[in-house]
């Protein structure tokens, strides 16, 4: 154990120099220019150029520092420029000569002053034996690394990857990438390995800075180095060691050994406050806005990334007196986001100058000589948007009387713009006027009256009347407020009193009981009581009847004032007059039902409910009830007679069951007779029930249509019908005949019926008119109107 521990100290040194193992820069001090230092900057490339390869670095001298920069290339399909000033491809092309030239501008975004430099590409050459030989100058590492013996024993060999420190002059003109040194193993002939590179430069902030190649291992540094921003970067947090200790000094014949692993974390104090990329960052916020970011405030720091060391925490610490903004930390990127936290009033302020400082969570280790925290300034414009308009004051009281006529001006009520910087016009119009007493001038704002104020509205609460309207500008995008207005409505002496209760009872005598009485008005203190009461001069029986006393400014108590006053309803008016100026007075009528009492004074009467409940206008309301219900039971018994009328009558025309007169059917041909031609005689039926989807009602059908399917036996015909039916049917069906004259030829004369079977009539087939039109007399055809007109004509004319 000792020997191994002699052994780990001889290591110290060694470890000592792995943790110093880095990327130095070094250089000297310029007069500082404005502007591109170079005037053409030259890059070195392989044939194939790739979508998003590191190109170059291009740097711009930014002297004061608050310039801040826009780069533009000239073949922006090809190429781009970051805001750190590194050049990437844009696409995937073979470098051809069309690509050797372009340019790059840098633009202030203030003052929009220009710069711009020149940009050189050249294909890499192929490699020639002279090549070959230059490029042998750049350092080959070869891993592990073989030692030889000396003094007679096997020295130990190094397994672990440690490339020694590589120094780089600061603000290199390149052409970049510009190689550094090439790493290579000794099983890359059996193996095939892939490099990469990783830790602050590489793939941690600031990224991109140094590149390997994962085939070859060629290590290259795509951009110039700045001292002053960073001196050193740093190929590790953790080294990891084989230890071999063998006895008998090492002899690997007689000496045993053994192995222990060494893990090394590298801690790191914070010996590198944050520091600023920029001195003065700028940002705007629109108006009224909360909760936005403004900027981002970006620091670098050289100690260990999401450590304590490295955590930067901003505050403001000037130019915010109001506490109008916040800076928080983003953890990841560990910028400053400087947001708002309370409205910013463009009106107000227009412009902010914040002093930031950022430092570490914790404090810098002892010894440092650097200042604990660095300082910059941010700049915030405030953008002006349009505003709502404002009614002030809101809401405006004002007080008016009752009563104003319409078209009375009552009062201008304006809005104003909060937007002092723009030219907007404000128009007025009328969002809630629940009694539509109001209206406003769209330009001025007046508000007019356009009906009579009254305070006993029901939209009037505790003397109040409440109206909204709306102001609204011609800004982009439109906005719109609202103010109340609110009227005190005075009180006038419009409103009569009123006798309360309008309805009593008292006895025949004047003893034992009296009627109390108050009045009801409207309006309010000093155009209400105290009250007066009195009894009219006319009709005399009034005052011969009654009398009333005063009891106080509100009650009055009338009694009788005769001995005996018969049972019965007596209206008493009652004149009662208020305190107004001047005083209002009225007449009104109470209904005083007088009965008989008992010895407490109470009614006995039985008509007492009718009386005192009901009154004249409740009884005529139940008498047009009553008038109402017998003329609907009166309608009522008229239809049911006529519809028992109408049944009669249809059932008279046609009954499918009891109909026993002839069915006349038209036909289309001519021809013999029934013996020359074999019919279906049960076509000659009419029907008395068809489809569902066809019903007719009984006695409707006509009978010249055609029959469209069989139709069942009717029963057997009585002997002779009642002649009266029959009789009544012609002549109405004659009537009807004779008033129509543009009455089709089948008329109500051709209904018809099947006469049914066993008829004792004879066979129609027997009839023979050539033979027995000469034995009758159709003179009478001259009597049944102009329908039978063609019929006495031919058969009634005579020998003619």
Not at 152 to 158: C, D, I
Not at 308 to 327: E, M
Not at 381 to 394: G, K, L, S
Not at 550 to 560: C, K, S, T, W
Request: net charge negative.
């Amino acid at each position: 154990m000792c020997r191994i521990a002699g052994a780990l100290r001889t290591l110290l040194p060694l470890l000592a120099a792995l943790l110093q193992a880095s990327v130095e820069a070094s250089g000297e001090i310029a007069l500082c220019k404005t502007g591109f230092p170079e005037d053409v900057y030259s890059a070195v490339l392989s044939k194939d150029v790739h979508e998003g390869q590191p190109l170059l670095n291009v740097k711009f001298s930014n002297c004061n520092g608050k310039r801040k920069v826009q780069y533009e290339s000239s073949e922006p399909a090809d190429f781009k420029v970051d805001e750190d000033g590194m050049v990437y491809a844009v696409r995937s092309f073979p470098l051809s000569s069309e690509h050797a030239k372009f340019l790059i501008y840098a633009q202030d975004k203030e003052t929009q002053e220009k710069w711009q430099v020149a940009v050189k590409l050249s294909l890499k050459p192929t490699l020639t034996e002279e090549s070959v030989k230059e490029s042998a100058e750049v350092e080959e590492i070869v891993f592990p690394r073989q030692f030889s013996k000396h003094s007679g024993h096997l020295q130990r060999q190094k397994r672990d990857w440690v490339i020694p420190p590589i120094n780089l002059p600061e603000n290199s003109r390149g052409p970049f990438p510009q190689e550094l040194v090439r790493i290579r193993s000794d099983r890359d002939k059996n193996l095939s390995l892939r490099y990469s590179v990783t830790g602050p430069g590489a793939d941690q902030p600031p990224t991109g800075i140094f590149i390997i190649n994962p085939i070859s291992g060629q290590l290259s540094v795509t951009k110039p180095l700045d001292r002053e921003q960073i001196a050193r970067f740093h190929k590790v947090q953790q080294y990891t060691l084989i230890i071999q200790a063998t006895d008998m000094e090492g002899n690997p014949t007689y000496g045993l050994s053994n192995t222990a692993t060494a893990v090394i974390t590298v801690t790191d104090v914070n010996d590198n406050p944050p520091e600023f990329t920029a001195m003065t960052f700028y940002g705007e916020v629109p108006e009224n806005r909360v909760d936005i970011i403004v900027a981002n405030l970006t620091v670098t720091d050289k100690d260990q990334p999401h450590t304590p060391a490295w955590n930067a925490v901003y505050r403001i610490s000037g130019g915010d007196p109001t506490g109008r903004f916040a800076i928080q930390t983003d953890p990841n990127s560990n910028d400053g986001l400087v947001t708002v936290v309370k409205p910013i009033d463009f009106e107000t302020n227009r412009m902010f100058v914040l002093t930031v400082a950022a430092e570490n969570q914790v404090p810098l280790a002892k010894g440092i000589q650097h200042p604990p925290q660095s300082t910059a300034t941010v700049s915030v414009t405030v953008i002006d948007v349009n505003e709502n308009p404002y009614f002030a004051p809101n809401p405006k009281i004002i007080r008016q009387e009752e009563g104003l006529h319409a078209g009375t001006m009552l009062t201008t009520f304006t809005a104003q713009d909060p937007d002092r910087y723009m030219q907007q016009n404000i128009r007025y119009t009328k969002l809630s006027d629940p009694a539509n007493w109001l209206k406003i001038d769209p330009v001025n704002g007046q508000i007019t009256t356009i009906a009579v104020l009254d305070r006993e509205s029901p939209n009037v609460k505790n003397n109040i009347y409440n109206a909204t309207f709306l102001a609204s500008d011609n800004g982009i995008p439109p906005m719109s407020g609202t103010g109340t207005l609110q009227i005190y409505l005075l009180d006038i002496n419009d409103n009569a009193p009123q006798v309360l209760p309008q309805e009593a009872e008292t006895c025949e005598t004047p003893d034992p009981n009296s009627i109390n009485i108050t009045a009801l008005d409207y309006d309010i203190d000093p155009n209400a009581g105290p009250f007066a009461f009195d009894l009219p001069l006319s009709p005399v029986t009034i005052k011969r009847n009654w009398t009333i006393t005063r009891l106080n400014g509100d009650f009055a108590q009338l009694n009788l004032k005769i001995k005996f006053l018969e049972a019965g309803i007596y209206e008493v008016p009652i004149i009662i007059t208020d305190s107004g100026n001047p005083p209002k007075s009225n007449i009104s009528i109470l209904r005083v039902k007088v009965c008989q009492c008992d010895s407490n004074g109470d009614c006995t009467d039985v008509d007492r409910i009718v009386g005192a409940g009901l009154g004249t206008g409740a009884i005529i309301a139940i008498l047009l009830c009553i008038i109402i219900l017998l003329i609907l039971v009166l309608m009522f018994v008229v239809w049911m007679k006529r519809r028992d009328k109408e049944r009669q009558a249809k059932q008279l025309l046609i009954d499918p069951e009891d109909d026993v007169r002839d069915n006349i059917l038209k036909y289309d041909e001519e021809g013999g007779g029934e013996e020359d031609q074999d019919y279906d005689l049960s076509q000659l039926q009419q029907p008395d029930t068809v489809e569902p989807d066809a019903i007719k009602p009984v006695g409707i059908r006509r009978m010249d249509e055609r029959p469209i399917h069989a139709e069942p036996q009717y029963p057997v015909r009585s002997a002779a019908p009642h002649p009266g039916d029959i009789g009544d049917f012609i002549n109405e069906g004659l009537k009807a005949a004779d008033n129509d004259p543009t009455a089709p030829p089948y008329d109500s004369l051709l209904v018809f019926d099947y006469e049914g079977s066993g008829s004792t009539a004879g066979s129609l087939s027997s009839l023979n008119s050539s033979s027995s039109g000469g034995e009758q007399d159709y003179d009478y055809l001259n009597d049944w109107g102009p329908r039978f007109k063609k019929l006495a004509d031919m058969y009634g004319g005579g020998d003619d």
